[in-house]
């Protein structure tokens, strides 16, 4: 670790750190196709053709970058059915950001302007983690992430140029969704179980905290291109710094959304639920397939 080299899939690696990546990578992946939800329930209400084959289109990302990352965690010995039965019943999470409500349709330029400019935030540095398959991941993930931020931000200069009540609904959501967006780095430094060990393994290369200072610094100055106000009275350049201050964030609010009692979590994992019991015809379908070529090849 000192030397800085990617462990790789067959490398020799401390039973821990597998367990720490795997709990990672689940998590990640959980959070990309649980994150399909709050848009996806807006395509076919988008205001436009433009509008909805762009937002079908990052749902679509969203999916394929949960597939790529169980495949990650498949590199380190997981089993992808097992990582949703746990999913499901509850044992692992997901971001807790996915567990608010999307009500308007500014609310997908949010989630798109905030929520995604917080998850590249989080996850650039991620490109230079120590398991070489997550990294790797990363990469072309960030890319994906940035587009989708694009989108999300012009969604909102548009609407900003609109009528008095779409930039009414544009602060709203902005509203809803700020406290919820700093809240996705994680509880703070000197609460967080497990950033310690990670930064000595590289797998994390920067704290909660500091992840959560870069995004505010990051977001003020689009917030005021935008128009918008962030809704925090304490939010303030420090010129001895060289940050923004911001308020105390709510605590209890994370504890509550990450031990499954915010406003949509049961909506969400018994949607979940409800789609992979749905799609069982389609795995044992696969499978049947899959058993007849292998005795076709045999014969
Ligand atoms: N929500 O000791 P730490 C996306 C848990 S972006 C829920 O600080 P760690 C893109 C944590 O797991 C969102 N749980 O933990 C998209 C741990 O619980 P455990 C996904 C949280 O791992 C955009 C406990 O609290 N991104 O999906 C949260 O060192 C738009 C103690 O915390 C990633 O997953 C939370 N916010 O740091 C998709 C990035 N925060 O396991 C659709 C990769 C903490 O002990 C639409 N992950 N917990 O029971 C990471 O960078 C890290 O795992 C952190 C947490 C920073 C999230």
Redesign the pocket.
């Known amino acids: 670790m000192e030397r800085d080299q990617r462990i790789e899939p067959r490398d020799w690696m401390p039973e821990k750190y597998r367990a720490t990546m795997v709990?990672?990578i689940a998590?990640?992946a959980h959070?990309?196709i649980i994150?399909?939800q709050p848009?996806g329930v807006w395509i076919t209400r988008a205001p436009s053709l433009r509008r909805k084959a762009i937002l079908l289109a990052k749902v679509q990302d969203?999916a394929g970058?949960g597939l790529y990352l169980y495949s990650a965690a498949e590199t380190l010995g997981a089993d992808r059915s097992e990582l949703t039965g746990k999913l499901i019943s509850g044992r692992q999470?997901?971001?807790?950001?996915?567990n608010y409500p999307t009500l308007t349709f500014a609310d997908v330029g949010v989630?798109g302007w905030l929520?995604?400019g917080a998850?590249i935030c989080?996850?650039v540095p991620?490109c230079r983690s120590s398991y070489g398959p997550y990294a790797r991941a990363m990469i072309r993930i960030c890319k994906e992430?940035s587009f989708?931020q694009r989108q999300g931000y012009e969604l909102l200069l548009t609407l900003m140029r609109g009528t008095r009540a779409q930039r009414e609904m544009v602060q709203d959501a902005v509203n809803r969704w700020w406290w919820p967006s700093l809240?996705?780095?994680?509880?703070p430094d000197a609460d967080?179980?497990?950033?310690a060990q990670?930064m000595a393994w590289k797998i994390?290369r920067h704290t909660?905290d500091e992840l959560r200072q870069r995004f505010v610094d990051m977001t003020v100055p689009q917030a005021e291109v935008l128009g918008v106000t962030l809704p925090d009275p304490d939010l303030r350049w420090n010129e001895e710094r060289g940050h923004h201050d911001f308020g105390e964030i709510d605590w209890s609010e994370?504890k509550r959304v990450?031990s499954g009692d915010g406003p949509c979590n049961a909506e969400r994992v018994e949607v979940r639920r409800k789609a992979h019991e749905d799609g069982a015809w389609v795995r044992e379908a696969a499978a049947a397939h899959a058993a007849k070529q292998r005795a076709a090849e045999q014969r």
């Open positions: 709990r990672q998590q990640h959070s990309e994150g399909m848009e969203e970058h999470k997901y971001s807790s950001i996915f989630i929520v995604d998850a989080n996850q991620l992430e989708h809240m996705m780095f994680g509880p967080s179980t497990h950033t990670s994390k909660n994370l990450i």
